[in-house]
């Protein structure tokens, strides 16, 4: 992608160009690059160049009301982006491109080369299953690893808009302005739906115990209807109050609860950013979470579970200390990958018997 305009000024290895701004970003990083104009095509209205780019001369800076401004010599920083296409139709075909170093401008355009790479070699109507895997490297900050699941007639979308969902976060992320060096992503694609739905799950005893490892039953349905079991072993807290709920759920459902319930820390540096962006819910996951009612509290960006009332009350207290109430505790936490989506949520509840 690129615009062709008119020099208007060279001064030593100062550009001034266009006349008029491009995009009006202020400073900038961009590409300049030599131009061939092939043919003007003339108008009272607005007239029209034909134009081609050519190679990389140096780095536009500025882009202002009055004038685009930049310098020759060496070119600015770019994302290199690395896309492998695998299908069952067609060898593995690899792309790479050199994505503009922006904040407003780099998200969107590796979401549109990685949306438009998908597009040019599957179809983009009826029903796709596309696996994501991958990283973005964003250097001494860290790497987030991509591992994701989509099925169904707008997987295509979703799947290019999940792949390249760190970069925006990232981007306008409060800390510190960072981008990805380099970004690295697998899409594995078939024409047809891979995804099961949660029918039933169990235990393997009417009487858990407080402390021992149980097998949790779960019962899965594909989208043609074969069922298949999946066995989780479980080990139940030492200690927990009251009776807990067992939640085996999708991704948007316990993304939902906890949200609603368990409201997690919201991140207070860069590496507590990374750690969030890393634990983000897959669609391929099968998760697992044991809950109890007892209250606890998100103070700094923490979540504190299963507060006792006395520590709550001094922090209902002190009103220095923001915090923020939640209804709701995780006591227990497992997650099972799967080859496909998994969709549907369901639970049961126990009460811990303390008998040996």
């Known amino acids: 992608m690129g615009a062709t305009g008119t020099v208007t000024h060279v001064d030593g290895s100062h550009v001034y160009a266009f006349g008029h701004p491009f995009l009006n970003l202020g400073p900038t990083e961009f590409a300049m690059t030599q131009a061939h104009v092939y043919a003007v ?3 009272l209205d607005s007239s029209l160049k034909i134009a081609t780019l050519g190679p990389v001369i140096g780095t536009m800076s500025q882009d202002r009301a009055t004038a685009i401004g930049g310098t020759i010599g060496a070119g600015p920083r770019e994302v290199a982006l690395n896309v492998t296409l695998a299908s069952g139709h067609a060898p593995d075909r690899r792309l790479s491109f050199h994505v503009l170093h922006d904040q407003l401008l780099t998200p969107l355009f590796s979401y549109v080369a990685v949306l438009n790479s998908l597009a040019s070699y599957e179809r983009q109507t009826g029903v796709l299953s ?4 991958g990283s973005v490297s964003f250097g ?6 991509i591992d994701d699941f989509f099925a169904g007639e707008n997987a295509l979308q979703l799947a290019a808009a999940s792949a390249t969902a760190p970069i925006g976060i990232s981007a306008g992320n409060e800390f510190r302005a960072m981008l990805p060096d380099t970004i690295d992503l697998r899409f594995a694609v078939a024409e047809r739906q891979e995804s099961s739905t949660i029918e039933r799950v169990w235990l393997d005893t009417t009487r858990p115990k407080f402390g021992a490892t149980h097998t949790l039953q779960v019962l899965l349905r594909n989208y043609r209807g074969a069922n298949e079991t999946i066995s989780l072993p479980i080990t139940m807290p030492e200690s927990a109050a009251g009776p807990l709920t067992l939640l085996v759920s999708d991704a948007p459902t316990l993304a939902a609860l906890e949200k609603s319930d368990i409201k997690p820390g919201t991140p207070t540096s860069v590496s507590e950013l ?3 962006l890393n634990a ?7 998760y697992v979470r044991l809950l109890t009612s007892s209250s606890g509290a ?7 579970p299963a507060l006792p009332s006395s520590v709550r009350s001094i922090l209902d207290a002190d009103k220095s200390v923001a915090s923020v109430p939640i209804s709701r505790s995780i006591v227990g936490s497992w997650e099972h990958r799967l080859e496909r989506v998994v969709r549907g949520s369901r639970e049961i509840t126990i009460t811990l018997d303390s008998a040996r």
């Not at 998100?298 to 504190?304: D, E, K, N, Q």
């Open 140 to 145: 001494q900050n860290g790497t987030i690893a």
């Open 280 to 286: 983000t819910r897959r669609n391929n996951r099968l």
């Open 41 to 43: 095509l003339p108008s």
């Open 130 to 133: 596309i696996g994501v895997s």
């Open 298 to 304: 998100v103070v700094g960006g923490h979540t504190l």
């Open 274 to 276: 990374m750690t969030q």
